[in-house]
C-alpha cells in the first residue's frame, strides 16, 4: 500500500499528501478525534530513512515527527493508553519513546539486543510495554517510569520511581523455599545531565533528556 503523488513532509511543515512509501501502521488516536499517526518505510528498496507522521485533521495535512529519530525503517507507532503526550514507535534496530508527543525521541535500546521491532502494546491493566521482534522472542518493560515522567521530575536533583511488590510462590514441600531471584528487582531514577557521567552516553541521534538505570529491564538513556 502506498500514497500517491509523492510529496515529501519536512519536519514541522505540513504538506499533503504525504511520501511515496508503504505504510507500515497507521493507527486513530484515542485523545483526538481527527488525529491519526502514521508511519511508512522504504526497506525494499533500500531506503532506510525514519518516515513518521501525524494527521489532525482527518489525513488532510500531515506533520513529521521523524526528527532526531536515527536513519532506521520505522515498522509501528502506539500511543500510551494513560498518557496522551508519550509515543512508542519500533523499528529495525530497536524501541524509541517520546514523551512530548513526537518533539524529540529517545532511546530505548540499552539492553535490548538490535533486532527489528515488529510491534508494541502497553498492557493497559500492568502498564507494562511488549515488544515483539524479529527473530529474537518477546520483550517486557515497565512502562510506568515513562508514564510518570514530567519536566520537573527531568530537572530535579534526584527522583526515585516507585517500585512494583515482588511475590514469590511456593508449595512446600514439594517446591524448595524460593531464592530472591538474582536481578529481578529494579529500582527505576531519574538524574539530571550534570550527574550521569559517561556510564551509558547516549547513541549520536538521541539526546540525552532523561537517564534511568536499570529500569525493568532496559536502561532509558
Known amino acids: 500500500m502506498s500514497l500517491s503523488p509523492a510529496t515529501t513532509v519536512r519536519p514541522g511543515r505540513r504538506s499533503t499528501p504525504v511520501c511515496r512509501k ?6 486513530a488516536s484515542k485523545y483526538d478525534l481527527g488525529t491519526v499517526y502514521l508511519s511508512m518505510t522504504g526497506i525494499r528498496s533500500d531506503d532506510t530513512t525514519a518516515y513518521l507522521y501525524r494527521s489532525t485533521d482527518f489525513g ?124 529481578r528487582m529494579f529500582i527505576s531514577i531519574s538524574l539530571p545531565p550534570s550527574l550521569r557521567g559517561s556510564r551509558s552516553p547516549a547513541p549520536p541521534e538521541i539526546p540525552s533528556a532523561h537517564w534511568l538505570i536499570p529500569g525493568n529491564p532496559f536502561t532509558f538513556r
Do not use: K
Not at 22 to 27: E, F, H, K, Q
Not at 80 to 95: C, E, K
Not at 113 to 137: C, F, K
Open 22 to 27: 508503504a505504510v507500515s501502521r497507521l493507527i
Open 60 to 183: 488532510a495535512t500531515w506533520t513529521s515527527l521523524a526528527h532526531n529519530l536515527p536513519a532506521e525503517s520505522i515498522n509501528v507507532i502506539r500511543e500510551d493508553p494513560r498518557r496522551p503526550h508519550v509515543l512508542y514507535v519500533g523499528t529495525n534496530g530497536g524501541v524509541y519513546v517520546s514523551l512530548d508527543r513526537g518533539a524529540t525521541w529517545s532511546s530505548l535500546c540499552a539492553d535490548l539486543p538490535t533486532t527489528p521491532v515488529q510491534d508494541l502494546v502497553v498492557h493497559p491493566r500492568e502498564d507494562e510495554l511488549l515488544i515483539a521482534t524479529h527473530g529474537r522472542s518477546l520483550f517486557i518493560m515497565d512502562a510506568r517510569p515513562l508514564q510518570a515522567m514530567t519536566p520537573e521530575i527531568a530537572s530535579s536533583t534526584l527522583h526515585v520511581f516507585e517500585a512494583r511488590p515482588v511475590t514469590l510462590r511456593w508449595s512446600p514441600p514439594l517446591e524448595l523455599n524460593p531464592m530472591a531471584p538474582a536481578d
